[in-house]
């Protein structure tokens, strides 16, 4: 699944940054890797952007930029969540 359908308040893993260099460049100066631990805050109405929490900060993503975000369900016990 993409981050665009991911489900709210979910611990997600980033399995692929897809997309060309330019915008896996623009994700890693936001922060974010393949690997990380991420959930979607909230999705904005009127087709807005996602805010998403990432190694303890919020970031607001595009629904297009979402979409090319390829993560998976966390272990449902929050033994995966990341530690601040």
């Given at each position: 699944m993409?981050?665009?359908n991911a489900p709210q308040d979910t611990w997600l893993k980033v399995i692929a940054l897809?997309?060309?260099r330019n915008l896996r460049a623009r994700l890693?100066?936001?922060g974010l890797f393949e690997g990380d631990s991420v959930r979607v805050v909230r999705a904005a109405p009127l087709r807005?952007?996602?805010i998403i929490?990432?190694?303890g900060r919020e970031i607001a993503?595009?629904?297009r930029v979402a979409d090319?975000?390829?993560?998976?369900a966390k272990d449902a016990t929050g033994a995966d969540r990341?530690?601040?």
């Amino acid at each position: 699944m993409t981050l665009l359908n991911a489900p709210q308040d979910t611990w997600l893993k980033v399995i692929a940054l897809e997309g060309g260099r330019n915008l896996r460049a623009r994700l890693t100066q936001y922060g974010l890797f393949e690997g990380d631990s991420v959930r979607v805050v909230r999705a904005a109405p009127l087709r807005g952007p996602l805010i998403i929490e990432v190694n303890g900060r919020e970031i607001a993503l595009g629904r297009r930029v979402a979409d090319k975000i390829v993560v998976e369900a966390k272990d449902a016990t929050g033994a995966d969540r990341p530690t601040q």
